[in-house]
């Protein structure tokens, strides 16, 4: 350990952009076993873990890191995976800058963080070849069934731990696929589907029940899941598009960013797309309004479908935007431009094309709640742009969730988004609620904290009842 003042940082081999541009492959490789127990040496075994406090799962990243160090990758893998259901997802896709890494003491000391990430792919991915990684032994059954609403991380998470402890789960899901945005919004260059689908394929060979193509508010009730289930946990993610507001907003030629995802993502699944005219970039100048993981997402996949030429405008600047730097480095390197300090002002076309964008440029002022610098108007500098594909990905909202709950439902925050407490529960006994639905769109290592957590405490309530029944029975 402590090699850092020997050994650079080093990340995985990534391709060279003019390869990646062509296909939806990942754009990094695996490290070999030799590089994943270097750049785990160069951790310095803090004995107050700085990465540990910046992980939501609290990882116990030192412990895993000296482990695969030495070699230890089986106990290293056993050690990763007792505080996490998916790291091999999150070592791909967390925003790890912001995460585990940006608070690594040896980033601090300017020596470059350890490659945190990286190395628990690595251990995980390790885990996957030898065979470590089997479907769930379940040592007890305990008759209790709970039905977790929602096939994103947050439900798959939950359901696992909850499989675990012996209950029958069953997963509902109004989607075709289980994984929610890890298979329908995240593009395969950051996450390859069979690295998710592996995940649900042993959840079912664990024996979770999948009820696909199955709606919350549309196919089944709130109340008839709490008659069939002992518990319910609502994982239903945020799907309401914030919507632009400038005149032409309403064109139908503007694309809201996750039907341009989902359709690429049922491409890559070999799918046709019905509406394939209107959400294929190949051959068009395609503009890409946000700057947010959703917009980078939205415009690395465009350069990959062949367009034209693709833009991304955002009111802010590079510093001081929502996304994962490390996101705009690569659509960079891919040939993305940025506009930045743009704002739309209006969308040139008609009520189904549009031609292009009107653009206000912007300044900065003073810091907003979050520390970022708020946008203003510099007043008349305007400009247009060209773009015969114009994209909206501003983020998203929780739906209405007491409709979907038919009228029913827990309480919810101002925001529309669901009220627990600390501990998961909604204002309904027996109904849980974690991921997007509870946070507003977040993370995905924040969804799977939430999902174990809710597991826990799911799995304690159902054992107080179990247990206060059993007394009743002796009285
Ligand atoms: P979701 O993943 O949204 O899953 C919810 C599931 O519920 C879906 O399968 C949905 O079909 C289902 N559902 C919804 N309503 C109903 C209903 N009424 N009945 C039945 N089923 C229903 N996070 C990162 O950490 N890194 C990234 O790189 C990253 N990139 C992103 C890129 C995009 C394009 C987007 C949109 C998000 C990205 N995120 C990223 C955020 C991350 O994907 C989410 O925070 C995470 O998926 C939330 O998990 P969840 O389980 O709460 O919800
Ligand atoms: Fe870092 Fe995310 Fe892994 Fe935590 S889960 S150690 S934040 S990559
Ligand atoms: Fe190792 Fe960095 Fe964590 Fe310290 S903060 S234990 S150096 S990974």
Same mark, same amino acid.
């Given at each position: 350990?402590?090699?850092?003042?020997?050994?650079?940082?080093?990340?995985?081999?990534?391709?060279?952009?003019?390869?990646?541009?062509?296909?939806?492959?990942?754009?990094?490789?695996?490290?070999?076993?030799?590089?994943?127990?270097?750049?785990?040496?160069?951790?310095?075994?803090?004995?107050?873990?700085?990465?540990?406090?910046?992980?939501?799962?609290?990882?116990?990243?030192?412990?895993?890191?000296?482990?695969?160090?030495?070699?230890?990758?089986?106990?290293?893998?056993?050690?990763?995976?007792?505080?996490?259901?998916?790291?091999?997802?999150?070592?791909?896709?967390?925003?790890?800058?912001?995460?585990?890494?940006?608070?690594?003491?040896?980033?601090?000391?300017?020596?470059?963080?350890?490659?945190?990430?990286?190395?628990?792919?690595?251990?995980?991915?390790?885990?996957?070849?030898?065979?470590?990684?089997?479907?769930?032994?379940?040592?007890?059954?305990? %008759?209790?069934? +709970?039905? &977790?609403? @929602?096939? =994103?991380?947050?439900?798959?998470?939950?359901?696992?731990?909850?499989?675990? /402890? !012996?209950?029958?789960?069953?997963?509902?899901?109004?989607?075709?696929?289980?994984?929610?945005?890890?298979?329908?919004?995240?593009?395969?260059?950051?996450?390859?589907?069979?690295?998710?689908?592996?995940?649900?394929?042993?959840?079912?060979?664990?024996?979770?029940?999948?009820?696909?193509?199955?709606?919350?508010?549309?196919?089944?009730?709130?109340?008839?899941?709490?008659?069939?289930?002992?518990?319910?946990?609502?994982?239903?993610?945020?799907?309401?598009?914030?919507?632009?507001?400038?005149?032409?907003?309403?064109?139908?030629?503007?694309?809201?960013?996750?039907?341009?995802?989902?359709?690429?993502?049922?491409?890559?699944?070999?799918?046709?797309?019905?509406?394939?005219?209107?959400?294929?970039?190949? %051959?068009?100048? +395609?503009? &890409?309004? @946000?700057? =947010?993981?959703?917009?980078?997402?939205?415009?690395?996949?465009?350069?990959? /479908? !062949?367009?034209?030429?693709?833009?991304?405008?955002?009111?802010?600047?590079?510093?001081?935007?929502?996304?994962?730097?490390?996101?705009?480095?690569?659509?960079?390197?891919?040939?993305?431009?940025?506009?930045?300090?743009?704002?739309?002002?209006?969308?040139?076309?008609?009520?189904?094309?549009?031609?292009?964008?009107?653009?206000?440029?912007?300044?900065?002022?003073?810091?907003?709640?979050?520390?970022?610098?708020?946008?203003?108007?510099?007043?008349?500098?305007?400009?247009?742009?060209?773009?015969?594909?114009?994209i909206a990905a501003l983020g998203y909202e929780?739906?209405?969730?007491?409709?979907?709950?038919?009228?029913?439902?827990?309480?919810?925050?101002?925001?529309?988004?669901?009220?627990?407490?600390?501990?998961?529960?909604?204002?309904?006994? @027996?109904?849980?609620?974690?991921?997007?639905?509870?946070?507003?769109?977040?993370?995905?290592?924040?969804?799977?904290k939430d999902g174990q957590d809710a597991a826990?405490?799911?799995?304690?309530?159902?054992?107080?009842?179990?247990?206060?029944?059993?007394?009743?029975?002796?009285?």
């Amino acid at each position: 350990m402590l090699r850092f003042t020997e050994l650079d940082q080093s990340y995985p081999a990534k391709r060279p952009a003019k390869e990646r541009r062509k296909d939806f492959d990942e754009i990094y490789g695996p490290f070999n076993p030799k590089a994943g127990a270097d750049q785990a040496a160069r951790c310095s075994q803090c004995g107050v873990p700085f990465c540990q406090s910046g992980c939501p799962l609290h990882n116990d990243i030192p412990d895993w890191l000296m482990l695969a160090a030495e070699g230890r990758m089986e106990e290293a893998w056993e050690r990763s995976s007792a505080t996490s259901t998916m790291p091999e997802i999150c070592g791909r896709i967390c925003p790890q800058d912001r995460l585990c890494e940006g608070s690594c003491v040896i980033e601090q000391s300017g020596h470059g963080a350890v490659t945190i990430g990286a190395v628990e792919t690595h251990i995980t991915e390790t885990a996957w070849k030898e065979g470590w990684i089997q479907p769930i032994r379940v040592k007890r059954e305990t %008759g209790f069934s +709970v039905g &977790v609403v @929602g096939a =994103g991380p947050a439900g798959l998470a939950a359901a696992e731990r909850l499989r675990e /402890q !012996g209950h029958s789960v069953t997963i509902y899901d109004r989607h075709d696929r289980a994984g929610g945005l890890l298979i329908y919004g995240i593009p395969n260059f950051k996450l390859d589907k069979s690295v998710v689908e592996r995940r649900t394929q042993r959840l079912q060979k664990s024996g979770v029940a999948f009820q696909l193509n199955t709606e919350l508010g549309r196919d089944v009730s709130l109340e008839e899941l709490r008659e069939r289930h002992d518990a319910v946990f609502l994982a239903i993610g945020t799907y309401k598009a914030r919507a632009l507001t400038c005149p032409g907003a309403g064109s139908d030629g503007l694309i809201p960013a996750l039907d341009y995802l989902t359709a690429s993502n049922r491409r890559g699944f070999g799918e046709t797309i019905a509406d394939e005219a209107r959400l294929q970039a190949k %051959g068009r100048k +395609v503009v &890409v309004i @946000g700057g =947010g993981d959703t917009a980078m997402d939205c415009v690395r996949t465009a350069i990959r /479908q !062949g367009a034209a030429s693709v833009t991304c405008l955002y009111r802010r600047d590079r510093e001081n935007m929502p996304g994962s730097l490390r996101e705009v480095t690569h659509a960079e390197e891919e040939g993305v431009v940025f506009e930045w300090l743009s704002a739309p002002l209006a969308l040139k076309g008609d009520a189904t094309t549009l031609s292009g964008v009107r653009v206000q440029r912007m300044g900065l002022g003073a810091p907003d709640r979050d520390g970022r610098r708020q946008p203003i108007v510099l007043e008349g500098a305007e400009t247009d742009l060209d773009g015969d594909l114009v994209i909206a990905a501003l983020g998203y909202e929780a739906e209405d969730v007491d409709a979907a709950c038919g009228g029913g439902g827990p309480v919810l925050t101002p925001r529309g988004t669901v009220r627990v407490t600390e501990r998961c529960r909604t204002s309904i006994p @027996g109904v849980y609620a974690g991921g997007d639905i509870v946070r507003g769109a977040s993370l995905v290592v924040w969804a799977i904290k939430d999902g174990q957590d809710a597991a826990a405490t799911i799995h304690a309530d159902l054992m107080a009842r179990a247990e206060s029944a059993q007394t009743r029975e002796l009285e």
